[in-house]
């Protein structure tokens, strides 16, 4: 049919042109953020390409939503301001009919955003989880590099080996600066390997030089050795810490609803509904007049969609502190959404305006009668 495939092909075209724009946009805020986590030390260096990619699958479903809704309003506003919309109201199709090719589009990337929400989501979460505590609970060796100051885990020791050196099994000119049972130590070492001794590891420093400095204390002990042992341990065996709630799966947040767990499945449905009330509301705010600019219409939709995106992470919280409840919560927001939507849609599909809505006072015949005398 002529009406749906025009529809459906310059849908298409403008969201894929806008869901471009959007990765790169995203992509490269993820790319700044997550470069300076790896500069700070949260992150490993070697990780940054696989927390990019995960970042950005979480981030999918606001993406979609966003390109969706942007697409079908900027297709559909064009169509107001050259005219075809009149064309196609001349020829008996009302707004309302817009609906069903507008959802015959939608409906593979509403499938996307709900499979990106539900199961997509906390998977990428989980996985950047598991690689930030695997980089946390690393030993103290692990930690340093050749040519630069690296603190311990627990932050009482400094390293700092030559960047010549040929790595941690036999490194060159060492330095050690630690604070531990309110005395401070310096030691320099020519020379050192790292051996295993019952179970620990053990960095052996060979023909160095230690000074000693107690806490409030001027004195000042130096000592001189040719081989000193220092117990730098195994990566921290501190357990699993508690999951955070976002990588937690959806089948795990429906088995063990807790407030925190439910406002977190709140969240997540939230991004499912949302998607499905844009795409009325896109055919509700299309209606531009012509001679206004184009770029009032993009501001009205961004602001739409970022109040939609407020009111779904404030229902969240809500939940979790247990201000609202799960079931009052979408009924009231994303069933109040969709009943405003097509209210909205209705009024504009029977051009009716605010005079209508309120029904006018009927005339007495006796004013009548006083009229005509």
């Given at each position: 049919?002529?009406?749906?495939?025009?529809?459906?092909?310059?849908?298409?075209?403008?969201?894929?042109?806008?869901?471009?724009?959007?990765?790169?946009?995203?992509?490269?805020?993820?790319?700044?953020?997550?470069?300076?986590?790896?500069?700070?030390?949260?992150?490993?260096?070697?990780?940054?390409?696989?927390?990019?990619?995960?970042?950005?699958?979480?981030?999918?479903?606001?993406?979609l939503t966003l390109s969706l809704f942007i697409a079908m309003v900027s297709t559909l506003s064009r169509m107001y301001r050259e005219s075809e919309m009149v064309v196609?109201?001349?020829?008996?199709?009302?707004?309302?009919?817009?609906?069903?090719?507008?959802?015959?589009?939608?409906?593979?990337?509403?499938?996307?955003?709900?499979?990106?929400?539900?199961?997509?989501?906390?998977?990428?979460?989980?996985?950047?989880?598991?690689?930030?505590?695997?980089?946390?609970?690393?030993?103290?060796?692990?930690?340093?590099?050749?040519?630069?100051?690296?603190?311990?885990a627990g932050g009482s020791r400094v390293f700092f080996i030559d960047r010549d050196s040929e790595g941690r099994a036999g490194s060159s000119n060492i330095f050690i600066?630690?604070?531990?049972?309110?005395?401070?130590?310096?030691?320099?070492?020519?020379?050192?390997?790292?051996?295993?001794?019952?179970?620990?590891?053990?960095?052996?420093?060979?023909?160095?030089?230690?000074?000693?400095?107690?806490?409030?204390?001027?004195?000042?002990?130096?000592?001189?050795?040719?081989?000193?042992?220092?117990?730098?341990?195994?990566?921290?065996?501190?357990?699993?810490?508690?999951?955070?709630?976002?990588?937690?799966?959806?089948?795990?947040?429906?088995?063990?609803?807790?407030?925190?767990?439910?406002?977190?499945?709140?969240?997540?449905?939230?991004?499912?509904?949302?998607?499905?009330?844009?795409?009325?509301?896109?055919?509700?705010?299309?209606?531009?007049?012509?001679?206004?600019?184009?770029?009032?219409?993009?501001?009205?939709?961004?602001?739409?969609?970022?109040?939609?995106?407020?009111?779904?992470?404030?229902?969240?919280?809500?939940?979790?502190?247990?201000?609202?409840?799960?079931?009052?919560?979408?009924?009231?927001?994303?069933?109040?959404?969709?009943?405003?939507?097509?209210?909205?849609?209705?009024?504009?599909?029977?051009?009716?305006?605010?005079k209508d809505l309120w029904p006018r006072r009927a005339r007495s015949p006796q004013g009548v009668a006083r009229a005509s005398a």
């Open positions: 049919m002529l009406f749906q495939s025009s529809m459906r092909k310059e849908l298409a075209r403008s969201f894929g042109a806008t869901l471009v724009v959007l990765i790169t946009i995203i992509m490269t805020i993820v790319l700044i953020r997550t470069l300076g986590q790896a500069a700070s030390g949260s992150i490993s260096p070697q990780d940054v390409m696989l927390i990019m990619a995960y970042s950005a699958l979480g981030r999918m479903p606001t993406i196609w109201f001349a020829s008996g199709r009302g707004l309302s009919a817009f609906l069903s090719p507008l959802f015959r589009f939608a409906w593979p990337v509403l499938i996307v955003i709900a499979l990106s929400a539900l199961f997509v989501w906390p998977w990428s979460n989980q996985k950047t989880v598991e690689m930030k505590t695997r980089y946390d609970q690393r030993s103290d060796l692990d930690r340093i590099a050749p040519g630069q100051f690296q603190e311990s600066a630690a604070t531990d049972k309110g005395k401070s130590a310096i030691t320099t070492a020519r020379s050192g390997r790292v051996e295993d001794r019952d179970g620990a590891q053990m960095l052996v420093l060979e023909n160095g030089q230690r000074l000693e400095t107690p806490a409030g204390k001027s004195t000042l002990k130096i000592s001189e050795f040719e081989e000193y042992g220092v117990s730098t341990g195994r990566a921290s065996k501190t357990g699993p810490r508690s999951q955070e709630i976002k990588a937690v799966s959806t089948r795990n947040l429906i088995k063990s609803p807790s407030r925190s767990r439910l406002g977190e499945l709140s969240w997540r449905l939230g991004l499912v509904f949302s998607a499905i009330n844009f795409v009325v509301l896109a055919l509700a705010l299309a209606a531009v007049n012509p001679r206004a600019g184009r770029s009032i219409n993009l501001i009205f939709v961004i602001f739409t969609f970022v109040l939609y995106s407020n009111l779904i992470s404030m229902g969240q919280s809500w939940i979790s502190t247990g201000l609202v409840s799960f079931g009052g919560l979408l009924l009231a927001l994303h069933g109040g959404v969709f009943a405003m939507s097509l209210t909205w849609l209705a009024k504009r599909h029977l051009n009716l305006g605010l």
